[in-house]
């Protein structure tokens, strides 16, 4: 099972770098061979009006994308995760998820690209700060909204009818001092068989997601109440308002580098340079990644901490770990490499490890509770 999963890290960590490659790529090739002037030229001979040149042309972009994408996607999301039996998904419900996602991403770049030269031309010396506050905004708006238009666009979901476990999620929440709107199950076994856990939402709309694949036995409740504990944890210690600022942060540096390097000769305000600019926004983040993804894994660790905390229970922290990776072909120890540019979670064997360092500060009765557990 471990060279199993290593197989499969191996292959998802080498398409994730030809994905990356291949942006960066088709960037560069639009803007060099004089493809992006052209298509600025032709849309603008339907229409002068700014806002359609920039609606039309992100469009463009965008599906040109998802069009050359298509193959790799397939490749990594359909048939790599059938041939290592993760997945029992059809072509056809594949490819109408592969097309929902890509309008949806669509309209989410249009409207990300129509204010953001929107600010430009309404505001050339402070538009820098004034298109990351909206985006930040924005991103906002897309969290409260996911679950409640998003994520039935994709699966279906309903009240979870273990009234048992409901009520102990509940109750942990409340224990949390959590508000949330209810329990759900979501279909996630149409898709992948691999078991996952969410809380999503903001404000009213917050709701605790389990996927069927979490709930077909091989999960004991104390490991799914864990598995929320760590959810509830990154609320609690209002890591969600962290990582926004974090981002704001980010975003607002990545745009006034753009406000300095546009007044030394490449026209922001050109839709035709967008295709520049995309590219050295992408060769940024690829810069802060390791950052920010080490700044995600301390998060997890002090949510791990947290959840092993309010439970008292490592044993069962550790036998649910073990268990999501066998399930989800999670490699335990990956290279140095992959975890700082790939992992935003610790890896499973340090999060295992951290658990039994932890036991070293419990009290007795949860040392023993612990002991039998390993045990069992």
């Known amino acids: 099972m471990e060279d199993k999963a290593k ?33 600025k030229k ?15 042309y992100s469009a463009a972009i965008f599906l040109i994308y998802i069009l050359l994408n298509f193959f790799l996607a397939f490749y990594r999301s359909f048939v790599i995760e059938r041939r290592f039996n993760l ?30 030269f929107f600010f430009i031309r309404a ?28 994520i039935p666009l994709f699966f279906k979901y309903k009240k979870l009818k273990d009234e ?25 076994s149409k898709k992948s068989l691999k078991a996952n856990a969410a809380f999503v939402g903001i404000g009213r709309s917050k709701r605790v997601l389990l996927t069927d694949t979490l709930l077909n036995g091989k999960f004991l409740p104390e490991e799914i109440e864990l598995i929320l504990a760590h959810e509830f944890a990154h609320y609690r210690f209002k890591h969600l308002i962290k990582i926004t600022a974090i981002n ?6 990545t745009f006034y580098i753009f406000f300095r390097l546009g ?80 992992y935003d979670h610790p890896p499973v064997d340090e999060r295992i490890n951290f658990a039994r360092l932890r036991s070293r500060n419990f009290p007795q009765e949860a040392k023993e509770n612990f002991a039998k557990r390993m045990e069992a």
């Not at 998802?12 to 790529?25: D, F, P, Q, T």
């Not at 419900?93 to 991403?105: E, P, Q």
């Not at 992408?282 to 439970?311: C, H, W, Y």
């Open 263 to 342: 007044n030394l000769g490449l026209d922001i305000k050109d839709i035709s340079n967008l295709g520049a600019w995309l590219f050295l926004f992408m060769l940024f983040q690829l810069v802060i990644m390791p950052f920010m993804n080490l700044i995600s894994r301390i998060m997890e660790t002090n949510a791990d901490g947290e959840a092993i905390k309010v439970s008292g229970k490592i044993g069962y922290f550790i036998s649910m770990m073990e268990k999501l990776a066998k399930q989800n072909l999670s490699e335990k120890s990956p290279p140095l490499w992959a975890k700082i540019f790939f």
């Open 248 to 253: 704001a942060v980010v975003i607002l540096l």
């Open 164 to 188: 048992d476990l409901r009520r102990r999620i509940l109750d942990l929440a409340s224990k949390m001092r959590m508000k949330i709107l209810d329990v759900f199950e979501i279909d996630f």
């Open 87 to 116: 997945s029992n998904q059809r072509f056809f419900a594949w490819f109408l998820d592969y097309v929902k996602s890509g309008i949806l991403g669509m309209l989410v770049f249009i409207i990300l690209m129509e204010s953001f």
């Open 123 to 150: 505001y050339p010396l402070s538009w820098w700060w004034m298109s990351a506050l909206f985006w930040i905004f924005l991103s906002l708006c897309l969290a409260r909204i996911f679950p409640i238009l998003v």
């Open 42 to 56: 032709a849309l603008t001979n339907l229409s002068s009006n700014q806002f359609f040149l920039i609606a039309a």
């Open 7 to 39: 197989r499969y890290a191996r292959i998802k960590y080498g398409l994730a770098l030809a994905e990356i490659a291949y942006v960066l790529s088709l960037l560069a090739i639009l803007q060099a061979s004089g493809f992006a002037f052209c298509l």
